[in-house]
């Protein structure tokens, strides 16, 4: 079975810049989920999706940062301008579900590092 | 909103010392408690999870972790550890009910394993 799929794996860019991620996730999982893992944190949830709806983007910093997840398979994540504490990793997972116990499987990240 | 907090952030154990890694969290609710691994230059993956039954889970490699309500705790445990245990461990919360699926990490503990 094919993992979570990302892309690129790494970005370097200058702030003020805009930047975009891409999350393949595993064939047949409904929810999608965007984390932002910076340097010696645990991750922190962005957007979770839910095939193509938006199930909680609460932590999402709505005025740079963007994602849609057309069709209910592949997503995008933008942030846009980019500022120098978005430097960090950024995790997509996906699941089967949302119901209790559902296993996240976690795709390589991109690394992000903004000058 | 909830939080996880996990005591130690770095732990240096010789091979076949014993492992706790103590994890918090201070949602009162329903609780569904995971513990996932990142091993060196791999990806986020589960090791084990607790959302109903037993509050003795047992996961993958001879870990356990023991979910006790009354001190809000999901501690990890190991009896003897590896050299190959060497990784970085997150533990995760999600509530129960509609906001089942979104997890809050903690920051994570670092695992050295001296052989």
């Known amino acids: 079975e094919a993992g979570v799929a990302q892309s690129p794996r790494y970005k370097i860019i200058e702030k003020r810049q805009s930047v975009a991620f891409w999350c393949n996730p595993i064939s047949g999982h409904a929810t999608l989920y965007w984390y932002q893992q910076i340097l010696g944190q645990g991750p922190k949830l962005l957007i979770q999706f839910q095939n193509n709806g938006v199930v909680d983007d609460s932590q999402l910093p709505k005025d740079r940062f963007s994602a849609e997840r057309l069709k209910g398979v592949d997503s995008t994540l933008k942030i846009q301008p980019a500022k120098l504490e978005d430097s960090a990793v950024y995790l997509c997972?996906?699941?089967?579900?949302?119901?209790?116990?559902?296993?996240?499987?976690f795709g390589p990240g991109t690394r992000l590092l903004v000058l | 909103a909830q939080s996880v907090s996990q005591h130690n952030h770095h732990v240096i154990l010789s091979e076949a010392a014993s492992l706790e890694l103590g994890c918090n969290y201070s949602?009162?609710?329903?609780?569904?408690l995971f513990w996932y691994v990142q091993y060196p230059g791999q990806h986020l993956q589960l090791l084990l999870k607790?959302?109903?039954?037993?509050?003795l889970v047992k996961g993958i490699k001879g870990f356990e972790a023991e979910f006790i309500k009354s001190k809000f705790s999901f501690n990890l445990r190991k009896p003897s550890v590896q050299w190959s245990d060497t990784a970085e461990y997150f533990c995760a919360v999600n509530q129960g009910g509609t906001n089942a699926g979104k997890s809050t990490f903690g920051d994570g503990t670092t695992l050295t394993v001296k052989p």
């Open positions: 949602y009162g609710g329903t609780v569904n």
């Open positions: 997972a996906s699941s089967l579900g949302v119901g209790q116990g559902q296993t996240q499987y």
């Open positions: 607790y959302f109903s039954g037993d509050p």
